[in-house]
């Protein structure tokens, strides 16, 4: 069964930092590419970042650039968002999925329950 489980979230300071992980199962993340994605109450989810796969290379959404990183480790099947400089705007559940790239906004798969990101004092 192919699914992705994403994980790492929690309750953070202003400024403070995060790492989430999506884990593969039943297939191979290097082969696929795969993006992060966030959705705050009360409003439409929005894409993240993204890791090409081959040679994962990244792109970002431009309200992250510079803050959060995405990575991918093949021996553990797992991608990840590291988050830095966090701010109360960056409070959303975080989602993993397979894009057809990362230059398009077409993705397949189904939905995980996602991870749960809350910055606030």
């Known amino acids: 069964q192919v699914q992705l489980v994403e994980s790492g979230g929690g309750l953070v300071q202003p400024g403070g930092s995060l790492r989430l992980s999506c884990a593969g199962f039943g297939f191979t993340l290097n082969s696929r590419t795969i993006g992060w994605f966030r959705q705050a109450p009360g409003k439409e989810r929005e894409a993240v970042s993204c890791i090409s796969s081959g040679d994962g290379s990244t792109t970002y959404a431009d309200f992250v650039k510079g803050r959060f990183t995405t990575s991918r480790d093949n021996v553990k099947n797992t991608v990840y968002l590291q988050m830095n400089s966090l701010k109360p705007e960056d409070t959303a559940i975080y989602f993993c999925?397979?894009?057809?790239?990362?230059?398009?906004?077409?993705?397949?798969?189904?939905w995980g329950q996602g991870t749960q990101v809350t910055v606030s004092s």
């Open positions: 999925m397979t894009k057809i790239n990362c230059h398009s906004s077409l993705i397949y798969g189904s």
